[in-house]
């Protein structure tokens, strides 16, 4: 792998359908799982088999169902969990085994109710026996974000030993700050040996809106992988969201990271994955919102008819939007309405701008927004 290539992780099937109100049967996890590989992503979390037998089923599915993507499924550290997922994966081309425990003093005495070197040595078993059913195995860290770096280097430690391939770090309550996150992915880099031989990965949950800058911070201290999911759905406040992370690693290109996603893909995915779970995506969202191309006011739409990247960092075309949007609101000035009355094929002279924008005022201020439809009325009743 070319080492400033970033994986992503998708775990939209997994950590986002375990969301209440988000449960698809196995037939919609098909098409999503289709979409997800045309995306470009490496790695679907397609399920946690022993959570149900319709999970179970649905992963086995999903294992036929694509070609390129390696197919992820869950377990706990418990030998029932691991079985079952060695199970689901059984004709997959390229399994792994996602296993992993608690590894914070909040987990560990009141989750757990067990002992630190407990931890230690059912990561270790866990690994071992994924690895009697795959080779690609990933062990995780749960409620990594709290835990204390030196504990955390020692579970790692025995992830590595016991042969993990990929090291999940999750800030499973969404609680870090960039840089402490980023400065705990550096420590397990410099703190555990053979590290380098594994892949790191960020996985972080949007408790204080941290998420996508954290996932961020990680692959910055080095992590190689960022778990995510289409819209940043998931458990609470939801987890990294595919779309922003991909498109800061795009617009940022000095970082040097890149990743395999289609980002033209990303409107027509994110609506599939809305409609599917049915879980109305923000307007405001980053990225997939309907309001992310949209310009109301009437200074920006002045700097955005001049020229788009005077107030858009993104052509939206990069990501499957058509084109901006200049939507008229009482904010907007003449200059949009005179842009919206051209593209509607009629050219107006300044004088009749004026006149016009005194009554698309008195429209505006009635409307939330004033329509096409408006428009013509206007120009109708000015001809009149
Ligand atoms: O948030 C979390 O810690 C998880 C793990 C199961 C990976 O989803
Ligand atoms: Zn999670």
């Known amino acids: 792998m070319d080492t400033n290539r970033i994986q992503i992780f998708d775990t939209t099937l997994r950590d986002g359908e375990q969301v209440p109100g988000c449960k698809l049967d196995t037939d919609q996890k098909l098409v999503i799982a289709r979409q997800l590989e045309l995306l470009g992503v490496d790695v679907i979390e397609a399920g946690f088999p022993i959570s149900s037998p319709g999970d179970f ?40 085994i996602h296993t992993g ?36 195995v990933e062990f995780y860290a749960e409620d990594a974000g709290r835990t ?16 993990a391939t990929v090291l999940n770090i999750p800030d499973t309550t969404g609680y ?43 692959v910055r201290n080095g992590a190689r992988q960022i778990e995510c999911t289409i819209n940043g759905i998931g458990e609470r406040a939801g987890n990294t969201s595919l779309e922003e992370v991909v498109m800061i690693m795009r617009q940022h290109a000095h970082l040097g990271l890149d990743t395999n996603i289609n980002s033209k893909l990303l ?16 307007p405001n969202k980053a990225i997939v919102g309907d309001n992310a191309f949209a310009h109301s006011s009437g200074i920006h739409q002045d700097g955005v008819i001049k020229r788009r990247d005077t107030y858009e960092i993104i052509d939206p ?27 509607l094929g009629h050219n107006v002279t300044k004088v009749q701008l004026d ?12 409307k939330k927004e004033v329509e096409d439809k408006d428009l013509e009325t206007l120009i109708s009743a000015m001809v009149a």
Do not use: W
């Open 101 to 136: 425990i608690g590894t914070s003093e909040s987990h560990i005495r009141y989750k757990l109710r067990t002992t630190p070197e407990d931890i230690i040595e059912r990561a270790k078993g866990a690994v071992r026996l994924a690895k009697s059913f795959v080779e690609d």
């Open 267 to 282: 409107l027509e995915t994110s609506h599939l994955v809305s409609e599917s779970m049915g879980m109305v995506v923000q």
């Open 148 to 163: 204390d770096n030196e504990f955390l280097a020692r579970v790692i430690q025995a992830a590595v030993d016991a042969g």
């Open 57 to 96: 089923k649905s992963v086995m599915a999903i294992t036929r169902a694509v070609s390129e993507p390696v197919v992820c499924a869950l377990s706990r550290a418990v030998k029932k969990d691991i079985e079952r997922a060695g199970e689901a994966l059984q004709y997959a081309k390229r399994p792994r």
């Open 317 to 343: 075309a990069e990501v499957g939007v058509d084109e901006s949007r200049i939507v008229l609101t009482a904010r907007s000035g003449r200059a949009a309405l005179a842009y919206r009355f051209k593209n």
């Open 176 to 218: 870090c700050l960039p840089d402490e996150y980023g400065a705990k992915i550096a420590y397990l880099r410099d703190n555990v040996r053979g590290i380098e031989k594994c892949t790191l990965s960020t996985h972080c949950h949007n408790d204080l809106g941290l998420a996508t800058a954290n996932s961020i911070a990680g």
């Open 355 to 366: 006149d016009l924008y005194q009554e698309f005022l008195r429209v505006a201020d009635q």
